[in-house]
């Protein structure tokens, strides 16, 4: 009923730029809280970049200075604009949403498939 499809994902030279895209289908009434997560090879998941609907961000310390989330509420869209990326920023990047559907009486938390990013000389 709902989805969430990310894109942009790929490999990237050390000191390069990527632009990750996420936007929620279905019959959705309001998307809340939108945030970016990854995962690298034996590490646990952590938060990278949330946003809310009215626009406040929060970043982890390793990429403040360097990514930018933002957010098109038209489009139920949540981009992650990530610049100067390091290699240690190799991970499995997932989108996640609070939203309401239709139907539904409270949020319920989504998440997409995830996206490879690699940087790599």
């Known amino acids: 009923q709902v989805q969430l499809v990310e894109s942009g994902g790929g490999l990237v030279q050390p000191g390069g730029s990527l632009r990750l895209s996420c936007a929620a289908s279905?019959?959705?009434?309001?998307?809340?809280?939108m945030a970016w997560y990854r995962q690298a090879p034996g590490k646990r998941r952590e938060l990278v970049a949330a946003?809310?609907?009215?626009?406040?961000?929060n970043y982890a310390d390793s990429v403040k200075g360097r990514f930018t989330i933002s957010r098109d509420n038209a489009k139920n869209t949540v981009y992650l604009q990530m610049n100067s990326l390091k290699p240690e920023d190799t991970a499995v990047y997932s989108c996640?949403?609070?939203?309401?559907?239709?139907?539904?009486?409270?949020?319920?938390?989504?998440w997409g498939q995830g996206t490879q990013v690699t940087v790599s000389s």
């Open positions: 996640y949403a609070e939203l309401r559907y239709s139907g539904g009486y409270v949020s319920a938390a989504y």
């Open positions: 279905g019959s959705i009434l309001s998307v809340n809280t």
């Open positions: 946003i809310t609907r009215g626009g406040s961000t």
